[in-house]
């Protein structure tokens, strides 16, 4: 085959190689990318999500109390300073 300056397919032929591997490497990290976000995703879900390591019933009637407490300290308050 004759060279010439104007013989560019060895020359389109290695950029097109680049291409595909540019577009290849492009999705793996794409792909890469939505994995971690989730993984990271579901490793917060789990860690924040916790219903199910709670005793709903005992929650509600710590919260009652604590509500309990503050009325009858505020009310005391009330007496003393009013």
């Not at 999500?49 to 710590?62: H, K, L, M, S, Y």
Request: aromatic residues 10%; contains cysteine; proline residues 0%.
């Amino acid at each position: 085959m004759e060279e010439s300056k104007f013989s560019f397919s060895e020359d389109e032929q290695s950029e097109n190689k680049k291409d595909e591997n540019v577009a290849k490497s492009k999705e793996e990290v794409k792909k890469d990318a939505q994995g971690l976000f989730a993984s990271i995703s579901k490793f917060l879900n789990e860690l924040l999500d916790f219903r199910d390591d709670t005793d709903r019933n005992a929650t509600i009637e710590a919260i009652k109390k604590t509500y309990r407490l503050r009325a009858l300290l505020l009310g005391y308050w009330c007496v003393l300073y009013l």
